[in-house]
């Protein structure tokens, strides 16, 4: 593949302020906190899952709050693309974008599924892949009309959904008890246990790195990044930890830990399958699945647009609309994720795109320690707190979880690192011909 060198690298707009981004922020996650953790308790049991939780939520903190250096410091739609390339050089690029594509791509089927399911739940004659498969088909087609009108979107439904979730905690708190939440637990937490859990644990946070792909999209974002990422990231906690404790309370949380909509039962265990709060947390709850596909689905164009925009992917990919929009790394993603949705297994999926967040967070914080040794005068409007103990915090929480998967997941885990080696092998070559060439 010939490098073009002729056409001019398109660059995006900048659209976005602190609200909009703390929204897009939180908007990325939030559908965590409406399924996929609740796994988590069929490997763990509640307590357990309680401490792979913790873990995992000192594991983001730490992250964050040294990811948000890289982001204000450079940003660029390749977030840990960019990153990586700068401290490591195109192959530590590729690892990164790699890792991010598998990340978002795969983070997308789930949250269509679940989409389905909870439609399906309101309206059981309506099918749920078909319903999954119609999502791409409405969200891509939205944001082809570029940034600004998506990020008025996410700020709605984030708001919502952030709303909808604190009415559902303070409608089962005085439903909660201590009992229900140890029933059924084995009699000790063993390490084992706390480990199995680590992967479903990251569902409640994963995503949220997208922030660093839209970047190049905010306006004044040397200011405007640690404000929309630290509150969004204290916001997440505050929820996860509160959903995740109190729904284990209200009953006997075995009948949640392999369902795709728990929330909903929840409410049904308390109030009743025919509830009224049943049906309308139903309902509302699409606003959170809705909010968190929409940013993943401007998160993983903007990663495409970034790699292909360097020619680590096709050159199309990078080229915008009318809009401003990437609108062919839009329908590339979209197409791969609709492929993804005939698996049918979210549980697996979400393991999957769990894989690709570590291996990205584990690249950025060495790319992170690596930087502040190779560009020691790179301008930083935003430092790490406690540098370099929070972004060491961060890397030895990010290589357990990783080790996490790899131990109780091996084949999917093969399946990414060999996917990894063979696209790694087929970029090197490419790169090696496009030099003799040259």
Do not use: C
């Not at 604190?166 to 390490?191: E, G, K």
């Not at 292909?308 to 993603?333: C, I, K, M, T």
């Amino acid at each position: 593949m010939q490098t073009i060198q002729t056409e001019t690298k398109p660059t995006l707009r900048k659209e976005i302020n602190a609200v909009q981004l703390w929204a897009l922020a939180v908007g990325m996650v939030i559908s965590g906190e409406y399924f996929g953790w609740n796994y988590g308790w069929g490997t763990s049991g509640t307590v357990g899952f309680l401490v792979s939780t913790l873990l995992v939520t000192v594991m983001y903190v730490t992250f964050i709050l040294s990811y948000t250096e890289l982001t204000a410091a450079i940003p660029e739609a390749g977030g840990p693309f960019a990153f990586a390339t700068r401290a490591f050089g195109p192959i530590g690029g590729f690892i990164a974008g790699f890792a991010t594509l598998v990340d978002f791509l795969l983070a997308m089927p789930a949250i269509s599924y679940a989409l389905g399911a909870y439609i399906h739940f309101l309206l059981p004659q309506v099918p749920v892949v078909p319903t999954a498969i119609s999502m791409y088909v409405v969200f891509i087609a939205f944001n082809l009309f570029g940034i600004r009108e998506g990020a008025r979107l996410s700020l709605v439904v984030t708001v919502l959904s952030v709303a909808e979730i604190v009415v559902f905690m303070l409608l089962i708190v005085t439903s909660f008890r201590y009992d229900n939440f140890v029933a059924h637990n084995p009699p000790t937490v063993t390490f084992g246990a706390v480990f199995a859990g680590i992967p479903f644990a990251i569902w409640f946070f994963v995503a949220i790195e997208g922030v660093a792909m839209v970047a190049e999209e905010v306006k004044n974002p040397q200011i405007t990044i640690p404000k929309g990422y630290i509150s969004a990231i204290a916001t997440l906690v505050v929820l996860a930890l509160g959903v995740m404790v109190l729904s284990a309370g209200v009953g006997d949380w075995r009948q949640l830990q392999a369902i795709d909509h728990p929330l909903p039962q929840v409410l049904a265990m308390v109030f009743g399958q025919e509830s009224g709060w049943t049906k309308v947390f139903t309902s509302l709850g699409l606003f959170g699945l809705v909010a968190s596909f929409h940013g993943n689905t401007i998160s993983y164009s903007r990663q495409i647009f970034a790699l292909a925009r360097e020619n680590y992917l096709p050159f199309r990919l990078s080229r915008l609309n009318r809009y401003q929009s990437p609108h062919w790394a839009l329908v590339a993603g979209g197409v791969i994720g609709i492929i993804a949705i005939f698996s049918g297994n979210a549980e697996k999926i979400i393991v999957m795109s769990a894989l690709g967040a570590v291996v990205m967070y584990a690249v950025s914080m060495v790319s992170l320690l690596v930087l502040r040794r190779k560009e020691p005068n790179l301008h930083r409007p935003y430092r790490t707190p406690l540098f370099p103990a929070m972004p060491y915090v961060a890397l030895i929480l990010t290589l357990l979880s990783t080790a996490a998967i790899v131990y109780y997941y091996p084949w999917l885990s093969a399946l990414f690192f060999g996917l990894l080696a063979v696209s790694l092998a087929v970029f090197v070559g490419v790169k090696r011909v496009e030099r003799l060439k040259g």
